[in-house]
């Protein structure tokens, strides 16, 4: 039976008091901290949700202290909150408590621990965005050897995002166990005649493991879920056709780590080089794509069949969308309010693109490369074409700057900060998210 009485703290002793009167009272045998049990460990304390109180959780420490790290606070000081949490609400008795009087007396030892109004805010946001479930793709874009395995899985580990997928393994297994056109060597390690060619079809590979990771964005789509995706095979056109209007406006907030001027300089033009390329990339993509379905009736078969299991999985507007192809859907697919119905709420989709300084990026590169020929993964052939192409590919990836694309300089010297801003920018997304779901909803309601 649920009990109608709130907690109030008088004065908590801490955990550091609680070591220091252990000290000053020792006992008689001291047992091992690592095998030694407490009735924390044991006691459930019921977490009762709703106005009426129908439905319950059973407190959980773990989960509790993985919730406090999302807002920034350290993961000691956070599993120590948790702790004292369980210990004031044991300690009185009170095994069942309302949500409300738990996030109550959580503010109140965050406060104690010196983590006032930002992370409470922080705290009660990250909540709202679970509650509305609102789906976040967040895609950590990038060639070989900057980082994007170990950012994902640091954003993974501090916002407690359990899904990373690799668009490598989406790439291999499109390769070997179905007919799509998909060459045995990666697109970097092919002589190409041109940087127009090679991207071009760096585009067409894209899309087509974008198709191979429709059935993961679908599910975290309807069931509202966070999916963190990284690899190389991530063209952010795919993702920003239809979200460069939602995207903040470039600014320099926008990049993570100082620039110098001639880094600037280079930037211009490599937008003002790569602009005309990745609008004709993405045309002669399309027309490449269409010419291999015209010219090999296996690769034909095979991308018809993957298209009619789209479509009866109701996706393939959604690839249309984030292609560019011009699919025909039905009527009621074209029905903003029957999407919002099938998707649920609006997806916060952050593309973020990691790029390393020329040099160190060259080193790391070399020794790669001389790893994967060693080990005959690529072909033997000049390393240096095979720099060139993977920076031509970088290239095309920083260029989508001018469309608010986040673009990170990743270094071994300023990797915590990096990190630090990186948590705060999709904590800001984040929120900016959800205000807009909130914000739309409340205008639902309104029309109702």
């Not at 109608?4 to 008088?10: G, L």
């Not at 993702?239 to 470039?250: F, G, R, T, V, W």
């Not at 080193?363 to 690529?378: M, N, R």
Request: aromatic share 6%; with cysteine; hydrophobic share 35%.
């Amino acid at each position: 039976m649920k009990k109608d009485k709130a907690v109030v703290i008088e004065s908590p002793s801490t955990d550091d008091e609680q070591e220091d009167a252990t000290a000053s009272n020792p006992p008689a045998r001291r047992f091992s901290t690592r095998n030694a049990s407490s009735k924390y460990d044991f006691v459930k304390v019921k977490v009762w949700l709703g106005d009426n109180a129908d439905h319950y959780y059973v407190l959980s420490r773990f989960l509790l202290s993985r919730m406090l790290t999302v807002t920034k606070i350290p993961n000691h000081v956070a599993i120590k909150i948790a702790l004292e949490l369980k210990k004031l609400l044991v300690d009185n008795s009170l095994l069942d408590v309302s949500q409300s009087d738990l996030e109550a007396n959580l503010f109140k030892l965050m406060e104690r621990r010196g983590f006032g109004e930002e992370y409470i805010n922080r705290y009660k946001m990250i909540t709202r965005f679970h509650h509305m479930r609102v789906p976040l793709v967040i895609l950590v874009c990038g060639t070989a050897c900057v980082g994007k395995s170990t950012i994902a899985t640091q954003i993974a580990q501090r916002l407690n995002l359990p899904n990373v997928l690799q668009t490598a393994m989406v790439y291999e297994l499109l390769r070997t166990s179905t007919d799509a056109p998909l060459a045995s060597s990666p697109v970097w390690a092919r002589d190409f005649s041109s940087s127009e060619e090679l991207i071009t079809e760096f585009c067409r590979e894209c899309r087509i493991v974008r198709k191979g990771l429709a059935g993961d964005l679908k599910k975290a789509m309807k069931d509202g879920k966070p999916i963190i995706i990284e690899g190389i095979h991530l063209d952010p056109s795919i993702y920003l056709m239809d979200e460069e209007n939602k995207l903040p406006p470039a600014s320099p907030a926008n990049q993570a780590g100082p620039k110098s001027p001639k880094v600037e300089e280079q930037n211009e033009l490599q937008q003002k080089s790569n602009s005309n390329v990745r609008y004709n990339s993405q045309s002669d993509c399309k027309d490449s794509c269409s010419e291999d379905m015209n010219s090999e009736p296996g690769e034909s078969s095979e991308l018809n069949k993957l298209r009619a299991a789209l479509k009866s999985l109701d996706v393939a507007h959604e690839i249309s969308e984030n292609t560019g192809e011009k699919v025909k859907d039905s009527g009621a697919d074209q029905n903003p309010s029957h999407r919002s119905e099938k998707s649920g709420a609006q997806p916060i989709i952050v593309p973020i693109v990691l790029r390393m300084a020329d040099f160190d990026h060259k080193a790391l590169l070399e020794e790669w490369v001389a790893t994967h020929i060693s080990s005959e993964k690529f072909p033997t052939q000049d390393r240096d074409k095979l720099i060139s192409n993977l920076k031509t590919i970088q290239d095309y990836l920083c260029s989508f700057t001018s469309q608010g694309l986040t673009v990170v300089n990743i270094s071994a010297t300023t990797f915590p900060q990096t990190l630090d801003w990186l948590h705060n920018h999709l904590l800001q997304c984040i929120e900016q998210g959800t205000s807009h779901v909130s914000r739309g909803n409340s205008v639902e309601i309104a029309k109702d």
